[in-house]
C-alpha cells in the first residue's frame, strides 16, 4: 500500500457498508471524527493475522470509544460472518463489512489484511499500519491521543511484535474480483492470489470441506500457539491446512497428532521454522493407522506418487507457513530449503523389519498408531550391492552419514534418520543383528583423529583434544534413528541428516 500523507481526503464511499444489527448504512464519517478520530482495522476471517489483531485491539476498543476515537472492524466478508468473528475475538467496537468486488478496501488501495486506517478530524488520513506491527501501532495511537485529547491504552508487547497479513481480496486481479462478484471464480487462481499455497494448486477450504475434515470435533478446540509468528493453532485452522494439502479426512487423526508433535515445545519449532538450515520435519508414522489410510512405506517410500504420504506431510508444512507464518523468504529464512519442506511423511515397514518398530522403541504398545516427529534434512542416498557381512554393510551407511551437515563438524547432539531398505535390513536379520547392534556398530565404526576435524569450520570439542583423540561423528549412539521402508528390490537405503544446534527433542504422539 503507498504511504497515505495527512490531508488526503477518505473516499467518502468507504464506509457506506453494512453495519451489525443495523442494514447498509453511511456509517457517517463526519460524525465519527467530529468527536476526535477513526480507527478503521481491514480485516478477513481466514486470515490468522487479522484474528490477532482481533484479539489484541478488541478488548482496548470500547475505551477508546469513551476517549473519542471510533473503532470499526471493517470484515471481507459476509456480515454475519464477521459479526460472529468479531464476538469469537472480543472486539468491542462497530463491525462492518463488504461484499464483492470489494469497493471499500479498493478505495483505501489495501494489498493486505489487517491493514489499520487512523483517520482524523478533517477526514483526512493520518497513518497506515499493515499487518500486525505493535511498535506502528503504538505510535499510531500516539497520533490518535494527539486528535482525542486523552491517554489511551495500547496493545502489550506480546509476542509476536511484528507479523505479515494476508492477501486481501480487494488486490485480486481485477477479472478474479469481477468473477467473484459475478457469482463465479476460478478457485485454484483465487488461492494463489489469497497467498494460501506452498507455490503448488491446493484445494479451496470451503465450509462444507473444513466440516467434512473436522468429523463433528470441536473446531475450536486450541492446540497451541504456531511458531514461528505465535499465531494460534485451533483444530479448525488445522482441519483447513488440511484441505488446502489434499486430505481425505480418513487422515485427519494422523495430521492432528502431528500438529500436536510440532507445537510440543521440545520440539523447537520456532527454531527449525526460522533458520537458514534447509532442515524440515519428518512425520514417521507406526501402527495399524498406516494400512487403515493407505500410507506407503514401500517402493519410493521417500518420494511421490501416495496421496498419504504427500498430503499428510503438506498439511503439517501449510500449517507452519501459513498459521505459523514460516513461509520462505519471510519469516522462513532457509538458504536452501528442501523438497521434503513441501510434504515429509513416512510410513515403516514394520512386517519388513527385523527390528523393534520405531514407537516400540520410544515406549509405546506395537498394536497403538504413533506419529513421531523429528528434525531432518533431505535424504542422502546410499548405495551398498557388494557388501557381505552386517559389518561391512553397516561401516558403509556409517561413513555415508559421516559428510551429512558438515565434514568436520563432529560430534553431532541431533539425530541422523537412517531409513535402511528390505535388502540392506534382510542382511541384518540373517545375522541376527539387533538395532541397537547396528547402532552401536555404526557409533563405533565412525570417527576420526582432531587433528582432522580441524581443517575449517569445527566444534569446540575439537579444538580441546588432543591432534590423536578420536572423535566420533555423534555424540551417543541414541542419536542414530533407526526405520526400515523401501522397495523389495534394489540395495539403496538412504540417511537423513540432522537438525543441529536447536536443541530440539523427538517428539512421539499416539494417533486418537
Known amino acids: 500500500m503507498p504511504e497515505c500523507q495527512a490531508g488526503v481526503t477518505t473516499p467518502r464511499r468507504a464506509l457506506e457498508l453494512e453495519v451489525h444489527g443495523i442494514g447498509t448504512v453511511d456509517l457517517g464519517l463526519a460524525d465519527l471524527t467530529r468527536r476526535g478520530a477513526v480507527l478503521l482495522v481491514f480485516v478477513s476471517e481466514e486470515c490468522p493475522t487479522s484474528a490477532m489483531a482481533l484479539r489484541r485491539l478488541g ?8 476517549k473519542g476515537l471510533s473503532t470499526v472492524a471493517i470484515f471481507e466478508d459476509p456480515l454475519e460472518v464477521g459479526a460472529r468473528v468479531a464476538r469469537r475475538f472480543g472486539w468491542t467496537g462497530t463491525v462492518a463489512a463488504e461484499d464483492p468486488p470489494y469497493e471499500t478496501s479498493r478505495a483505501y488501495n489495501l494489498d493486505s489484511v489487517p491493514t489499520s486506517v487512523l483517520i482524523g478530524r478533517d477526514k483526512a488520513l493520518v497513518e497506515v499500519v499493515v499487518g500486525w506491527d505493535q511498535p506502528a501501532l503504538v505510535r499510531l495511537l500516539g497520533r490518535a491521543e494527539e486528535m482525542v485529547g486523552s491517554k489511551l491504552d495500547v496493545p502489550s508487547e506480546t509476542e509476536p511484535l511484528a507479523k505479515p497479513g494476508c492477501s486481501s481480496k480487494a488486490a485480486l486481479d481485477p477479472r478474479l474480483a469481477a468473477a467473484v462478484a459475478a457469482g463465479g471464480t476460478d478457485e485454484i487462481e483465487e488461492m494463489f492470489a489469497r497467498g494460501w499455497t506452498d507455490g503448488l494448486p491446493v484445494v479451496p477450504p470451503t465450509r462444507a470441506r473444513v466440516d467434512a475434515m473436522l468429523a463433528g470435533r470441536d473446531g475450536s478446540l486450541v492446540l497451541g500457539a504456531v511458531p514461528p509468528s505465535g499465531a494460534v493453532a485451533t483444530l479448525e485452522r488445522v482441519a483447513a491446512c488440511a484441505v488446502l494439502a489434499g486430505c481425505l479426512p480418513s487422515y485427519f487423526p494422523v495430521v492432528m497428532a502431528a500438529a500436536r508433535a510440532a507445537l510440543d515445545p521440545r520440539f523447537n519449532l520456532h527454531g527449525q521454522a526460522v533458520t537458514t538450515q534447509p532442515a524440515g520435519q519428518l512425520i514417521v508414522v507406526n501402527g495399524p493407522i498406516r494400512e487403515a489410510i493407505g500410507l506407503n512405506s514401500g517402493m519410493g517410500a521417500l518420494g511421490p506418487g501416495w496421496r498419504a504420504n504427500m498430503t499428510i506431510g503438506r498439511a503439517l508444512r ?15 529464512r532457509s538458504t536452501l530449503g528442501h523438497s521434503g519442506k513441501i510434504g515429509f511423511c513416512l510410513a515403516e515397514d514394520e512386517e519388513t523389519s527385523p527390528f523393534e518398530p520405531l514407537h516400540v522403541e520410544r515406549g509405546f504398545d506395537a498394536g497403538k498408531s504413533v506419529v513421531t516427529l523429528i528434525g531432518a534434512d533431505a535424504p542422502l542416498s546410499v548405495s551398498d550391492h557388494r557388501s557381505r557381512t552386517p559389518e561391512d554393510l553397516a ?4 561413513w555415508a552419514a559421516a559428510s551429512t551437515w558438515s565434514t568436520n563438524w563432529w560430534p553431532l547432539e541431533e539425530p541422523s534418520v537412517f531409513v535402511i531398505c528390505p535388502e540392506h535390513a534382510a542382511m541384518f536379520r540373517e545375522a541376527r543383528w539387533s538395532k541397537d547392534r547396528l547402532r552401536n556398530y555404526i557409533f563405533d565404526a565412525v570417527h576420526k583423529p582432531a587433528r582432522e576435524l580441524r581443517r575449517g569450520e569445527t566444534t569446540p570439542s575439537v579444538h580441546a583434544a588432543g591432534d590423536l583423540a578420536e572423535i566420533p561423528k555423534w555424540r551417543t549412539p541414541e542419536s542414530i534413528v533407526i526405520v526400515v521402508a523401501g522397495g523389495e528390490a534394489g540395495r539403496y537405503s538412504a540417511v537423513l541428516g540432522p537438525c543441529t544446534g536447536m536443541g530440539f527433542e523427538i517428539i512421539s504422539k499416539e494417533v486418537d
Do not use: A, I, N, Y
Not at 59 to 66: T, Y
Not at 318 to 332: A, R
Open 59 to 66: 478488548p482496548l476498543c470500547r475505551g477508546w470509544e469513551e
Open 395 to 398: 561401516w558403509v551407511l556409517g
Open 318 to 332: 501449510l500449517l507452519v507457513s501459513l498459521t505459523g507464518g514460516g513461509m520462505p523468504g519471510k519469516l522462513d
